[in-house]
């Protein structure tokens, strides 16, 4: 499967929605979602119409350490035109 942008983003955007409410951390994008710049797509999704909302937190990474990162909550979905 191609890891390009565009692929990262229907991944992350699959996967903002399947989490709901609870969002998806950077680390979560990274980890699971094979995505390593999380802020980037998410920023791209934006601009295609999504409204995705941004809360900082605090998360712990596969190693014991804990980040301060993002918490994305996809809140609604580009709207067809």
Request: proline share 1%; charged share 25%.
């Given at each position: 499967?191609?890891?390009?942008?565009?692929?990262q983003r229907?991944?992350?955007?699959?996967?903002?929605?399947k989490?709901?409410?609870?969002?998806?951390?950077?680390?979560?994008?990274?980890?699971?979602?094979?995505?390593?710049h999380?802020?980037?797509?998410?920023?791209?999704?934006r601009r295609?119409?999504?409204?995705?909302h941004?809360?900082?937190?605090?998360?712990?990474?596969a190693q014991?350490?804990?980040?301060?990162?993002?918490?994305?909550?996809?809140?609604?979905?580009?709207?067809a035109?």
């Amino acid at each position: 499967m191609s890891n390009s942008a565009k692929a990262q983003r229907l991944k992350i955007l699959d996967g903002l929605k399947k989490a709901g409410p609870k969002g998806l951390t950077t680390l979560q994008i990274r980890e699971n979602l094979d995505a390593m710049h999380a802020g980037g797509r998410v920023m791209e999704l934006r601009r295609q119409g999504h409204v995705i909302h941004t809360i900082w937190t605090i998360d712990i990474n596969a190693q014991g350490h804990a980040h301060r990162v993002a918490r994305y909550v996809l809140m609604r979905e580009k709207v067809a035109a």
